[in-house]
């Protein structure tokens, strides 16, 4: 039984008065960024501050023998050049771990190297002067004395006996291991009419923020108080991590993130430069700002999805999938990234495999490893790129087998809308979900019988188009053991403090902060709304650990379900207090008052009352006038943590349209559809924004990016002139659609969206080019999907 399309028009309102909860309203901020207002890292100065450039391995692995440093303090300017062992003194070293992946290791590591390094880009000695200028000169004065170490680069060879040990400690290369198998895995492939298998390469890519990564940290010594300006994803997180590194009580560390140019998880990990600009500013008593160029965040930001897949599937006569089994080995470089975990990338990568089917057999194998390469971890969308691609390319290949449609084996094969709540193979819980009506909603928007008929007329005149899809699930709101459990101290709760100002204005404070993904703005909305307010007097606040409730900030699309709900929660709470007022002052009933419009009116007859700016007035100068007793509370917060599932998960359905041209191997994106299931759409614009980003963001993993190294681990091309990232003439036209069912773990009934679009876009461009391809038997399974690949899958080079 299918059920029937959950449209936008179905969903019953939030709050009593609806104005904004689901309008495309304009984001807050948006004027203020595009005039030049913004106020990011880079602007801020401080009396007496000062700039850290760091001295970083020129090689995948090296031991130092000396460093000569007293040209180099003796450069005009300069005020101090400090090594690991001093930075050492006062920052403690951390194990990357999490208690729940059993047996994972990681080394102890340190703000800066000591006595060896790891990776071509770890920082390994710091030099501060009065400007960057001269901090950059007396790098080049800077004598390091290294011998070059055996490196382990290859991630397939990381386990062999003849590969050098990164740490001997460890006693091998292998960071996590995990294995997961239903038991009738072998049964189900012997039992199967059709089996594919193939074997799926991923080159690792890292995020090339707009803003790179940068702080200034400023040690009060007189007050004992530790200041940081960041961009960075998660300010209560840092602040916690700060305290604990400099044995420093918490409420002495604040951490301020303002604007945030970009983040996509590179700004949601510590990383050891972060760590060691905060000691420098404890050891010199001033400011110190660190902002990476453009040439150093290459090899020190975290790259992201180096992996090799092996997958099988097995399928009926009918086209009923029966088994997925996968192997993944990934490498990670030579340390576990601090404190979320390289490791949690590939745990993903086996949870979610073969999500979206009904199929009740896995198997899967995961392997990490150490390498010495630039640290990889969590980066948009954390494993479902990798997962969806496997899953997608595996159910293409079986439906080439069976001679069957792959639109018509997905439909087949996707769980019942009707089936909910219920369990994937691998043991993620699903609340509800919607892959028929996504589906039908897809076919709908592409017009697929006309697709396939200007296919087959294109391919007759030597022009070979290909259609792909991508059946998409992506975990979102995660409950409060996603990392708790593993003793990492990261939030999944989110706060918010709403409060109603004299002039009847509101101030929002929440814990989730702006990278651009628009979150103040719908924010705006859900405040307005829940307290009956106009837009335009609502001003939200976010990214300062001194002001903010705590929380656990951006990640893994939660900004709306999570800090969504908490700003929903905070504002109706706030509203029911301004009706005690408005009880006080009116000598009526709360029962029979609302909020609507910025004035308390008779919930009846909608007749106005009470003016907001004149119950601010009353309640902030004139308590006076008000009854002995009563005090009024027009400041409020509260916090959310979504507690019913490990995670609410969302789903949607990608297609794509590409043309290959055979004899160059060049692939032209002609159009991209997405349907997609985020629960209830707060503001349509910026989800179809959040959408459209992530999908070109997914488009340039499938076809562009990729971090090259060379056989002794250097990064070949480590600059924007070398790394491709897509721009506007390689982003196709994308239609966004929308089916909606609402989450009802919270009552606001928002999931996430923010990286969808990445989980799903590079299995659709990857099937579209195969489709296009099947004429000629020929089929690429290595992203990025280079012509150069296409011609020799081609048999032409």
């Known amino acids: ?138 790098l080049q004065a800077l004598d390091v004395q290294w011998e070059a170490l055996p490196a382990a680069l290859d991630m397939e060879t990381a386990l062999d006996p003849a590969t050098p040990l990164i740490h001997e400690a460890l006693g091998d290369n292998l960071c996590f291991t995990r294995s997961l198998d239903t038991g009738g895995v072998d049964a189900a492939f012997a039992a199967a009419a059709v089996t594919a298998e193939a074997t799926f390469h991923f080159g690792r890519h890292t995020g090339v923020t707009l803003e790179p990564r940068c702080q200034v940290a400023d040690w009060n010594a007189a007050e004992g108080r530790l200041t940081v300006y960041h961009s960075q994803q998660a300010p209560h997180m840092m602040q916690d991590l700060y305290a604990r590194q400099f044995g420093l009580p918490e409420n002495a560390v604040r951490v301020v993130c303002q604007d945030v140019g970009g983040s996509f998880g590179i700004k949601v990990h510590a990383y050891p430069d972060d760590f060691a600009t905060v000691a420098l500013s404890m050891l010199l008593k001033r400011p110190v700002k660190f902002v990476a160029d453009r040439l150093e965040s290459f090899t020190s930001d975290i790259h992201a999805r180096e992996h090799r897949v092996h997958g099988r599937i097995a399928a009926s006569a009918e086209g009923d999938i029966l088994a997925f089994e996968i192997d993944d080995l990934t490498g990670i470089g030579p340390y576990s990234m601090f404190p979320r975990t390289s490791a949690i990338e590939g745990n993903q990568v086996v949870n979610l495999t073969g999500g979206p089917y009904r199929h009740r057999q896995y198997r899967a194998l995961l392997k990490v490893v150490f390498q010495n390469k630039t640290p990889t971890c969590q980066y948009r969308g954390v494993g ?81 188009r290909g259609i792909g899809f991508a ?68 001003r939200v606040v976010t990214g300062d650990t001194d002001v903010t409730p705590y929380g656990g900030g951006t990640w893994a699309s939660r900004g709306a379900g999570i800090g969504g709900e908490a700003v929903l929660q905070a504002g109706l709470a706030l509203r029911a207090n301004i009706l005690k007022v408005a009880e006080q002052m009116l000598r009526r009933e709360a029962a029979g008052l609302a909020v609507r419009r910025d004035t308390v009116v008779d919930a009846a007859s909608g007749e106005p009352l009470l003016p907001l700016h004149e119950l601010g007035r009353v309640a902030y100068f004139r308590t006076d006038t008000l009854p002995a007793g009563f005090t009024p509370e027009l400041m409020v917060t509260r916090h959310y943590v979504q507690r019913d599932h490990p995670f609410i998960f969302t789903n949607g359905v990608q297609a794509s349209l590409v043309e290959v041209d055979v004899d160059t ?68 036209d994308i239609e966004v659609a929308h089916v909606q069912t609402p989450t009802a773990s919270s009552q606001l009934g928002a999931k996430g969206a923010g990286e969808a679009g990445t989980a799903g876009a590079p299995a659709a461009v990857m099937n579209a080019i195969n489709d296009a391809l099947a004429p000629f038997g020929a089929q690429v399974l290595s992203q990025p999907i280079t012509p150069e690949k296409i011609l020799r899958a081609l048999g032409k080079v």
Not at 439 to 460: G, H, K, N, T, V
Not at 700 to 711: Q, T, V
Request: aromatic residues 4%.
């Open 471 to 538: 059946t998409v699930i992506e975990l979102t709101n995660p409950s409060a053991a996603f990392y708790g459990v593993g003793g990492a101290r990261i939030a999944s709760q989110d706060g918010a403090t709403a409060r109603l100002d004299p002039q009847g204005h509101l101030t929002v404070m929440v814990s989730v902060g702006e990278q651009g993904q628009g979150t103040e703005g719908i924010y705006a909305q859900i405040a307005a709304d829940a307290v009956g307010v106009d837009i335009a007097k609502v």
């Open 665 to 732: 191997g060049f692939v032209r994106l002609l159009k991209h559809w997405c349907v997609e299931d985020c629960g209830r759409v707060i503001n349509p614009m910026l989800v179809d924004e959040q959408m459209r980003g992530a999908i070109v963001q997914g488009i340039g993993g499938a076809l562009y990016e990729e971090c090259l190294y060379d056989a002794d681990g250097q990064l070949r091309n480590g600059t924007m002139a070398d790394y491709l990232v897509p721009m506007a003439a390689e982003m196709p």
């Open 1 to 138: 039984m299918n059920a029937p399309d959950r449209l936008p028009a179905t969903l019953p309102p939030v709050t009593e008065d609806p104005r904004y909860i689901g309008q495309p309203v304009p984001r807050q901020g948006s004027r203020r960024l595009t005039q030049g207002q913004g106020r990011y890292v880079d602007d801020l100065l401080l009396p007496r501050m000062a700039h850290v450039v760091y001295w970083r391995s020129p090689v995948a692995h090296l031991r130092v023998l000396g460093i000569e440093r007293a040209a180099a303090a003796a450069m005009p300017g300069v005020l101090a050049v400090v090594d690991g062992h001093e930075i050492a003194a006062v920052c403690r070293p951390w194990v990357a771990v999490l208690g729940h992946l059993a047996g994972m290791k990681s080394a102890p590591q340190h703000a800066l190297a000591i006595d060896r390094a790891c990776w071509q880009g770890e920082p390994v000695v710091a030099i501060v002067a009065e400007t960057r200028a001269q901090a950059e000169d007396a």
């Open 384 to 464: 479902h790129p990798i997962a969806c691609a496997v899953t997608e390319g595996l159910v293409d290949l079986a439906a080439r087998r069976l001679g069957m449609d792959p639109l018509a084996l997905r439909r087949r094969n996707v769980i019942p809308d009707d089936a909910y709540p219920c369990a994937g193979v691998s043991g993620i819980r699903f609340e509800v979900l919607s892959h028929e009506a996504c589906l039908r909603r897809l076919e709908q928007m592409i017009d697929y019988p006309r697709l396939r008929a200007e296919q087959a007329e294109l391919r007759a005149r030597g022009i070979h």
